[in-house]
């Protein structure tokens, strides 16, 4: 029985890794035409959280209002920490095909503003626990995020453009617009092939590997608190190692995509929660506060401040990565004290 619980994670894994290489895939070759910024943080931001945000809603319309908002909490306090210092590890060595000294992350203002906005509001609101209105207020915040990112998008498109033109008008070749218009198409049917593989596998893969825990006799604060998050983030940090083998495009989506899905956890997930709570209760639903949750919620604040503010620097480097992969074992810790 073991022996099969291994060989179907390894399955699973597989196809993981699969999906989210046809993921990366696609994701570099559409910000081509929507730049790495747009790409990473909506599109590959919500394709790596489809199966926490299916999850979510799941486990909130079932009434289990704790796993469904410890899941987002969770991811926040893991991609932020060692998703991160993953990324940072592999773009600034020789794990990378064109390895960086440093990271210019300058341009990502917004998403670091945003992020500490929805980290601050989402702590506020969770006071007097989670109603219908917060529901409403995390929806209109992601609504926000996305039509400022398409708004940066279109200015940046625009002030490229005539430096596209001027660059063509002085070569010799000819544009191919229909091979253009191809590659885009090949780009996004490649993308949503690996959407779908990631859905559809993530899930199977959390079981499984949940499965050779128990068999091994890992404890179930081992498996709630190291585990569990890093099987339900498992798509997200394959994309992100990925991407940062690629060099300094590869690495802009990344950097995109961490900070787009964790402003995504903090909006659109807890809305997802909220509203599952409302479709198994009715509209006075509410998710209370816990012991354990507040605890959650707190740890997960104060590291994503605290790793935001790392970001704000105009470059980072090798020295974050390590500052934020001490962080995640720092966090693992408090867990390990509070699930105890």
């Known amino acids: 029985m073991e022996a099969n619980n291994i060989l179907l994670m390894l399955m699973w894994l597989g196809e993981l890794t699969l999906a989210s290489w046809l993921l990366s895939y696609g994701a570099e070759h559409l910000a081509v035409r929507f730049g790495a910024r747009f790409v990473g943080r909506t599109l590959l931001s919500v394709a790596t959280t489809l199966p926490e945000i299916a999850i979510v809603a799941y486990a909130a319309s079932a009434g289990s209002y704790g796993i469904a908002l410890g899941a987002g909490l969770g991811s926040n306090v893991l991609m932020m920490t060692l998703g991160l210092a993953i990324m940072l590890l592999i773009a600034t060595t020789r794990l990378s095909k064109k ?8 341009s990502f203002k917004l998403d670091k503003i945003f992020l500490l906005l929805t980290a601050v509001i989402s702590a506020i609101l969770f006071i007097d626990g989670y109603h219908f209105t917060d529901g409403i207020v995390f929806t209109v915040l992601f609504l926000v ?3 400022i990112a398409f708004y940066e998008m279109r200015i940046e498109k625009k002030k490229d453009k005539e430096k596209v033109i001027e660059e063509y008008s002085s070569s010799s070749e000819n544009i191919n617009l229909p091979s253009n218009q191809k590659q885009l198409l090949k780009s996004g ?9 990631v859905f559809l596998g993530a899930e199977p893969f959390i079981k499984s590997l949940e499965h050779v825990s128990v068999d091994i006799g890992v404890s179930a604060i081992i498996l709630s608190v190291v585990i569990s998050p890093i099987a339900g983030e498992m798509p997200e940090k394959i994309s992100l190692m990925l991407l940062a083998r ?51 919620m707190l740890l997960a604040t104060v590291v994503t401040l605290f790793a935001v503010g790392l970001l704000f ?4 480097g090798i ?18 004290f509070m699930n105890s």
Not at 189 to 197: K, L, R
Not at 270 to 288: K, M, P, R
Not at 319 to 336: C, D, E, K, N, P
């Open 145 to 147: 995020y996305v039509f």
């Open 99 to 106: 390895p960086l000294k440093k990271i210019d992350v300058s």
């Open 313 to 316: 620097r105009k470059e980072i």
């Open 319 to 336: 020295r974050t990565g390590f500052i934020l992969l001490v962080m995640y074992i720092a966090s693992i810790g408090l867990q390990f």
């Open 246 to 296: 690629k060099g300094a495009h590869g690495t802009s989506i990344a950097i995109a995509n961490v900070l787009g899905s964790k402003i995504l956890n903090n909006t659109l997930l807890l809305a997802f929660a909220v509203f599952g709570a409302i479709y198994h209760s009715g509209l006075g639903a509410s998710i209370d506060r816990s012991e354990i949750l507040t605890q959650q």
């Open 189 to 197: 049917i490649i993308f949503m092939i690996g959407t779908i593989g």
